[in-house]
Each structure stands twice: as C-alpha cells, then as structure tokens.
T-cell receptor
Framework: SAVISQKPSRDICQRGTSLTIQCQVD?????MFWYRQQPGQSLTLIAT?????????ESGFVIDKFPISRPNLTFSTLTVSNMSPEDSSIYLC???????????FGEGSRLTVL | AQKITQTQPGMFVQEKEAVTLDCTYD???????LFWYKQPSSGEMIFLIY??????QNATEGRYSLNFQKARKSTNLVISASQLGDSAMYFC?????????????FGAGTTVTVRA
C-alpha cells in the first residue's frame, strides 16, 4: 500500500490568488492523479501527473488554470490559479502502480475561495 | 455518457442492520475492475472492496460484500451489521481495461446515515 500526504489540508483563499497543493507518497508509484470534488458532488479527474513531462489533462481542465508538476516518482504539486468561488472544492491526490489493485488517495485539500 | 450510476442519493439504516447500495455500470470492455470507496465527513477516500470482471465469486472483505451480477452490469455493496461509524458517502468506481493509466470513473455517490 501507499500512504499519501497532502498539504495544505484546508485553506481559505481570496479571489484572484493562486494556491499550490503538495502531494507526497511514501513509496515510488507509477501513476499519480489529481481529482476535484465540488461540494456535494462526485470526484472528477483533473489530470494525470506524468513524471518529468507535462501532465495529461481531462476534458474541461487546462494547464493554465491547473498547472501540475511531478519532478520524481513520489511527489507532485497542483496549482489552482486565479481562483474564483467556483474553485471551492476538495482536491485529492491519488496514486497507484500496476499490480497494486486499488487507487490510493491522500486526505484531500479543502479549499474555500471567498 | 455516464459510466457509473448510483441511483440512491441517501439511505438511512438502523444500527446493526444490513444496507445495500446499488451501482450499475456501462462498459464494452470484457476486462474491468470495480471498486467501492468510503468518504467520511473528514474527506479522505477509504478503499473498501474490489471486484474484477473475471472473478467468479463475489468479493467479501469483513462486513463488506459485493453482489456482482455481470450480465446486469451491477455491483451492489452490502454492509452488514451497520455501525455508527459507517455513516459516510459511498462511491462506486470502475477502471476499464483500455485505461492504460489506471484512471477511475466514479459514480455520484450514496450517503449512508446509520441511526442508533
């Protein structure tokens, strides 16, 4: 199994600012993902964080709004840029490797944008 | 098109009783995996149980079991002997064989409230 730590766990942000969320995995994993969960909603995949290359974004999400880095096999960051109240969500980092079976999740970062 | 459908937005169950959460899925793949996750109010996603499309037996994990009906494309989660700590949101998810990067598609979720 993998233990995933996210920072910050929660934050209150002002409109127009940007915030970077960090995700640290306690073991090397092949794949890392970022999900968004808007209030009362299900999880929506933002992007796959690729090590050493640009992330692969899902439809509706763009790099300018959600830049992602993954410098190595255990660490990734997601930045939520130029935030608006609509960005108020839980952002979840997840990771897995072939043969691991399940997708492991961090505790989530709960962002509130005023 | 919606790949995972959970039609029960909320359910109430009495402590110590069993509750069944419905989940249907849509895929043309023969090989796929089905997952259930629990999300308490604190927000973390807790993996509960997994069913592979080729598994002949229904998966069980402690008080959690699946009623997997492949022909009907459904995988219902049964929580037996409910406890107050089972109150949470429950998500059904699927990983398709064509998804080389192991992405999961999630359903809308079902909120379970256990009453004392």
């Amino acid at each position: 199994s993998a233990v995933i730590s996210q920072k910050p766990s929660r934050d209150i942000c002002q409109r127009g600012t940007s915030l970077t969320i960090q995700c640290q995995v306690d073991s090397q994993v092949t794949m890392m993902f970022w999900y968004r969960q808007q209030p009362g909603q299900s999880l929506t995949l933002i992007a796959t964080a690729n090590q050493g290359s640009e992330a692969t974004y899902e439809s509706g999400f763009v790099i300018d709004k959600f830049p992602i880095s993954r410098p190595n096999l255990t660490f990734s960051t997601l930045t939520v840029s130029n935030m608006s109240p609509e960005d108020s969500s839980i952002y979840l980092c997840s990771a897995t490797s072939p043969g691991a079976g399940e997708l492991f999740f961090g505790e989530g970062s709960r962002l509130t944008v005023l | 098109a919606q790949k995972i459908t959970q039609t029960q937005p909320g359910m109430f169950v009495q402590e110590k009783e069993a509750v069944t959460l419905d989940c249907t899925y849509d895929t043309s793949d023969q090989s796929y995996g089905l997952f259930w996750y629990k999300q308490p109010s604190s927000g973390e996603m807790i993996f509960l149980i997994y069913q592979g499309s080729y598994d002949e037996q229904n998966a069980t994990e402690g008080r959690y079991s699946l009623n997997f009906q492949k022909a009907r494309k459904s995988t219902n989660l049964v929580i037996s002997a409910s406890q107050l700590g089972d109150s949470a949101m429950y998500f059904c998810a699927m990983r398709e064989a064509g998804s080389n990067d192991y992405k999961l598609s999630f359903g809308a979720g079902t909120t379970v409230t256990v009453r004392a």
